[in-house]
């Protein structure tokens, strides 16, 4: 019935791993991780690391929790999979729904379940379409991002990734995806202060919208209340409420990505909380389930729901989703998790440890490499650079970040190296000052190796 079996080859390169220099993982091999308990994790050569990163941002309530592991175990049992489509449904589902709109800002009353922030940003951007063809207004298609922003890599969702690496080779962006500048203080084009950098960006926002035809033409804006994977770039207090307020008067929707800031991340339950924004929609992944299993959501205002049922013909279903769409599985991990979030105060902890983790990291500026140190809650990194004084990045071809997250790993430390050689900083939102201590002392050991062999070139 089988095939014959065929002789066991590497599997370095039958694994092909994401954002992940291929070469690199063929001539040295994956770090191979087996397993974990609270903030650490253990690599197959037995090494013990603490867990800077959080897996990929996601893993909030650490790792080993045995609720989680129960709620999973016993839907298992009960109900592993039910169809989402045709109307079918299944209890764990409507009961996450149903705590996702209570939780979530009040603008946003439905949701749509996906596996996982890439899909969720991809329904989001075809719901977004959907929806102004739907209500008459098909011209409506160009979408705005930003400059370092993240949102996923689907085949749309990269395009309005704004993210260089995530466009080469790929045709990306498509036509109707643009950009404006990030907020990015330390290497600012709007100026250093918060009202230039605030007024910057909306004048920006406006100037773009009108580029591309008006609130005819355009559909939607698109940011992060924090950029992640563009190098953990806070934005302004009052930018967020100010980039909302914008949009409602260009007439265009706003759209929150919540996928990595979500479920206390920030010291918040969500960060658009800090500046009580109602966003038109938003997207979730991540610490929805803790990385304990694949899931995702969209969430939307009430106006674009009732779009979906009240302006299609009745014969015509909302052709979109998944096999895995609302899993009863995820779901049972997902109310678990919240659960937890809430039991142990987990957003709290985020803001006090994180101002630990942020003054630490503040400290390490006495080496000279340390550029810029900026975070919110238990999002953090450092910007390494050539020059404090001038700014000057180092020669790409160095590979200094890099070089630094190796030296880490070999200090007993996971962090993530972006690029322009940011060290990020995300670990699980169980993590303590003692853990956050420890951290900084590796990451310290890893900055001053990383030196020191490059001297030695």
Not at 1 to 28: G, S, W, Y
């Amino acid at each position: 019935m089988f095939k014959a079996l065929r002789p066991r080859q590497n599997a370095t390169n039958q694994f092909i791993h994401p954002f992940t220099q291929l070469a690199d993982v063929e001539d040295d091999g994956p770090n191979v991780i087996v397993s974990g308990k609270g903030v650490t994790v253990t690599d197959r050569d037995g090494r013990e690391l603490l867990d800077g990163f959080a897996g990929l941002w996601c893993v909030n309530i650490g790792y080993g929790r045995s609720e989680l592991i129960e709620a999973a175990q016993q839907q298992m049992s009960k109900l592993p999979y039910a169809s989402s489509f045709f109307g079918f449904a299944n209890e764990p589902a409507l009961q996450l729904a149903e705590e996702l709109v209570r939780l979530t800002p009040e603008s946003l009353q439905h949701v749509f379940f996906t596996l996982g922030g890439s899909d969720a940003i991809d329904t989001t951007l075809k719901t977004i379409r959907y929806f102004f063809n739907i209500t008459g207004r098909p011209d409506k298609k160009h979408v705005i991002g930003l400059e370092r922003g993240y949102h996923g890599v689907s085949s749309t969702g990269a395009g309005l990734t704004g993210l260089s690496g995530c466009h080469r080779f790929f045709d990306l962006p498509l036509p109707n995806q643009h950009h404006i500048p990030s907020h990015y203080r330390y290497r600012s084009s709007y100026g250093v202060t918060d009202a230039a950098i605030i007024s910057g960006s909306v004048a920006a926002l406006e100037t773009k919208v009108a580029e591309l035809g008006g609130s005819e033409k355009v559909a939607a804006f698109f940011c992060e209340p924090v950029q992640g994977s563009g190098g953990v770039i806070v934005p302004p207090d009052g930018w967020l409420a100010a980039m909302r307020i914008a949009c409602a008067k260009l007439n265009i929707l706003f759209v929150i990505d919540e996928v990595i800031t979500g479920f206390g991340r920030t010291g918040q339950l969500f960060a658009c909380d800090w500046e009580h924004v109602e966003p038109d929609l938003m997207t979730i992944a991540k610490g929805l389930t803790s990385g304990y299993s694949p899931m995702g959501a969209v969430l939307m205002s009430d106006e674009i729901y009732r779009a979906l049922v009240d302006k299609v013909p009745r014969e015509l279903p909302f052709a979109n989703g998944f096999t895995y769409t609302g899993h009863p599985v995820s779901a049972a991990v997902a109310l678990a998790c919240l659960e937890i979030y809430e039991r142990e105060r987990l957003p709290e902890n985020s803001k006090v440890v994180g101002a630990h983790l942020l003054k630490g990291l503040d400290a390490l500026r006495e080496h000279r490499w340390i550029g810029d140190v900026r975070g919110k809650g238990l999002l953090a990194a450092v910007e390494l650079v050539a020059n404090q004084e001038s700014r000057e990045p180092f020669d790409p071809r160095l590979n200094v970040g890099q070089l630094v997250r190796k030296k880490a790993y070999e200090n007993g430390l996971i962090v993530r190296a972006f690029s322009d050689n940011v060290i990020g900083l995300a670990p699980p939102l169980i993590v303590g000052e003692a853990d956050i201590d420890r951290m900084l002392d590796r990451l310290a050991r890893a900055i001053h190796s990383a030196e020191a062999e490059l001297h030695e070139i």
